[in-house]
């Protein structure tokens, strides 16, 4: 079924598909064609009309005078949708498997639905009643014999239908194991055609009553031991007039019937723009799992790391050297932290959406420049807000950064790492075919980020090869960034311990205990920390890393979209 409907993407092909006796190139073939899978992908944040309007109006050609506009294309979607006898579910959202939604039997009405809405000259089904009871499985049959009746081919695969689903078959392709065929040919009324073919050729009479898809399996594996099927079927009449078709089809087609496109998609470069980050941001916002979430989890973080050093701005103020070193961790900790939890939970949510837009371009729908940018706009709402609650909690208890400006470089670096690892779990999870395996990659980012970033393993401390890790790390220019806007010109107090290496930086001498302390300035303690690598000229430089570092994380997205595609064909 998907060799002939051109949607194989694994294995060596040969032979061509012809469609009224022309040789079909696969732009032309998609556009013309619908394909149902049998176990079908949709977004589960959608409703059902919402799933077919969004294919109407990607797929319905704007040439044709009853769809050319928008409120011609909706009359076409409330026709298939009263077809497929979803109209009374039509608000329902899809939903999933594990938190509620349609059952199997609406998503199979659903998936056919969607590609109807193409208004297709032929739709494949594969094993559209697979899982089915016997109403769900008529109820789709005589849709589909609803479809076949205004003109469409409708081709199916089908296991061990009932009578009254194989009834409504017009004509039959039986093969045998290695694709030979047994038979090809019209059913015929109450499949007498079917019956005297195989009765013909030594099959028991079937009895009255009996099921005629039953008795022709069970007649032919019953003879298929002592009985070439296969050579008699190229004996036959059936085969002869089919031949007799092939090849008049063949030498002489109808050029009234040739079907061409000029263009790859029915809908322009910016009608899938729009639609599609409407459909993102449509996802998003019925999202709580996610974005509800990872706002939740920013304010808990926030109180819980600004708490832990809730400072006065009063300049009399005193630090000790381990207070500092705690507002520093806090900053690496909120980075990390907030990090993590922006690529863990983004990778999930990107494979839904890779996994449907696998299917529409199979469907020649969409193409992967609108799914990178509507992904990318898609999350900087949420990017922005969650940066922007974590930074003003944050700010505001540790107390010790009390400036505009400060603020904006803080809250600008937060969200630049924010941003970087949520789009870097776009982009694994599109590079390799399963979360187990872009899991990998995310800890591989997040451990290469928490060694090199300069808290755990000082930047004075990196020599050799190391050197690299410290200068591709995207973690660590945010770090640095955070730390040299934050500490610059701040002169609160630090005393050094005594005999500690910033004492004697300082050049302090030892004195007796009751002398006041040897103290320099906080941004004197943290430029030492940092053995003078973290410097405020390099912060254009940070900038740049990070606005790269997203720049190759969207390139990655855009090549993986373009050039991968997991999908068991």
């Known amino acids: 079924m998907d060799v002939i409907a051109l949607r194989k993407t694994s294995g060596t092909l ?17 556009r013309s064609s619908g394909y149902v899978e049998q176990f079908d992908v949709q977004q589960a944040e959608l409703t059902v009309r919402e799933t077919v309007v969004f294919s109407a109006r ?63 000259s032929v739709i494949f089904l594969d094993e559209p009643t697979s899982g089915l009871d016997a109403r769900g499985a008529l109820v789709i049959m005589r849709a ?67 099921n005629p898809a039953a008795w022709m399996l069970r007649a032919y594996t019953r003879e298929a031991n002592d009985f070439d099927w296969k050579e008699a079927f190229e004996q036959s009449r059936q085969f002869a007039t089919l031949k007799e078709s092939l090849a008049a ?17 029915a809908s322009s470069n910016q009608t899938q723009h729009t639609l599609m980050m409407r459909r993102i941001f449509r996802i998003m916002m019925r999202s709580p799992s996610y974005n509800l979430a990872r706002l939740m989890i920013a304010i808990f973080y926030s109180l819980l790391i600004g708490t832990v050093f809730v400072r006065s701005k009063s300049t009399n103020k005193v630090f000790r050297q381990y207070q500092v070193d705690g507002v520093l961790s806090t900053i690496f900790l909120a980075l990390i932290i907030i990090g993590v939890v922006s690529i863990s939970m983004s990778v999930p ?35 922005i807000t969650v940066s922007a609650i974590f ?31 949520t789009y870097f779990g776009q982009a694994f999870i599109c590079l390799v075919k399963d979360i187990p395996t872009a899991g990998a990659l995310v800890g591989a980012l997040i451990g290469y980020n928490v060694f090199f970033s300069g808290l755990v393993v000082r930047p004075q401390y990196f020599s050799g090869p190391f050197q690299l890790g410290y200068w591709t790390a995207p973690g660590r220019f945010a770090f640095e960034g955070i730390v040299t806007t934050q500490f610059k010109d701040l002169d609160y107090a630090v005393a050094a ?36 690598r973290f410097r405020e ?11 790269f570092c997203l720049f190759l994380a969207r390139l990655l997205l855009y090549v993986a979209l373009w050039k991968f595609n997991y999908v068991n064909t």
Not at 25 to 30: A, P
Not at 96 to 120: C, M, N, T, W
Not at 410 to 419: E, I, R
Not at 502 to 509: K, S
Request: with cysteine; net charge negative.
């Open 14 to 30: 040969s032979g061509d598909v012809r469609m009224n006796g022309f040789p079909q190139e696969r732009t032309s073939f998609l």
């Open 249 to 265: 089809l063949k030498e002489s087609p109808d050029d009234s019937k040739k079907i061409v496109y000029e263009h790859i998609f």
């Open 391 to 421: 930074s003003a909690v944050y700010y505001s208890l540790v107390g010790l950064f009390g400036t505009a400006d400060k603020w904006l470089y803080f809250f600008l670096f937060f969200g630049l790492n924010v941003a970087t690892y």
């Open 497 to 532: 311990e005594p005999e500690s290496p910033f004492f004697f930086h300082l050049g302090c001498n030892a004195t007796a205990i009751d002398a006041p302390p040897c103290t320099g300035t906080m941004e004197s303690y943290v430029d030492f920390f940092f053995g003078g």
């Open 537 to 547: 000229d390099y912060l254009p430089l940070d900038l740049a890393v990070l606005f």
């Open 144 to 210: 589909m014999k609803r479809i076949a009746d205004t003109g469409r081919t409708v081709v199916s695969t089908i296991h061990q239908p009932s009578s009254a689903v194989f009834e409504m078959f017009d004509d039959l392709l039986l093969l045998q194991r290695g694709g030979e065929v047994v038979f090809f040919g019209e059913l015929g009324k109450e499949s007498c055609e079917l019956v005297e073919y195989f009765e013909s050729n030594g099959a028991d009479p079937i009895q009255y009553g009996e």
């Open 349 to 383: 949510v990107m494979k839904q959406i890779r996994d449907v837009f696998y299917k529409h371009r199979a469907s020649g729908m969409l193409s992967h420049n609108s799914v990178t940018l509507a992904v990318t706009l898609g999350e900087l709402p949420y990017i």
């Open 58 to 120: 990607l797929r319905l050609s704007r040439n044709n005078p009853v769809t050319g506009t928008d409120a011609g294309r909706m009359k076409f979607v409330d026709y298939v949708l009263d077809a497929m006898e979803l109209t009374n579910i039509s608000h329902l959202q899809v939903g999933s498997y594990e938190e509620g939604g349609l059952s199997f039997e609406q998503r199979k009405r659903l998936a056919i639905a969607v590609e109807l809405a193409a208004s297709p």
